[in-house]
């Protein structure tokens, strides 16, 4: 079992910045590999990144070069950068834990999930 709590969700600006973090317990996090998955309302859950035990990254197209995940394997924590947020950044973001290779972009791949953080970005 992972138990993963998200934390650092609120309203913000367009143009600003907010970091997410996710706490993760309950085994060895260093081999756990890592995703931020977004939902706003009336759409489907999204992929957003995600992050190897290793650092190795993968982005969606949409936050590429705004967005950076990273993680502290001493911490047991992942994190998720975002700058120069937009309106449609808007979204409750979820973290979510895959115990098993390769890394992975989809939902079903990943095998538990957070409560999820709110996002808001006012233009």
């Known amino acids: 079992q992972v138990q993963l709590v998200e934390s650092g969700g609120g309203l913000v600006q367009a143009g600003g910045s907010l970091r997410l973090s996710c706490a993760a317990s309950g085994r060895t996090f260093s081999n756990v590999y890592m995703g931020w998955f977004r939902q706003a309302p009336e759409t489907e859950r999204e992929f957003v990144a995600a992050?190897?035990?290793?650092?190795?990254?993968s982005y969606a197209d949409s936050v590429k070069g705004r967005f950076t995940i990273s993680r502290n394997n001493a911490k047991n924590t992942v994190y998720l950068q975002m700058n120069s947020l937009k309106p449609d950044d808007t979204a409750v973001y979820y973290c979510?834990?895959?115990?098993?290779?390769?890394?992975?972009?989809?939902?079903?791949?990943?095998?538990?999930w957070g409560q999820g953080t709110q996002v808001t970005v006012s233009s």
């Open positions: 992050i190897k035990w290793n650092s190795v990254t």
């Open positions: 979510a834990a895959r115990l098993r290779a390769p890394l992975a972009v989809t939902i079903g791949d990943y095998d538990y």
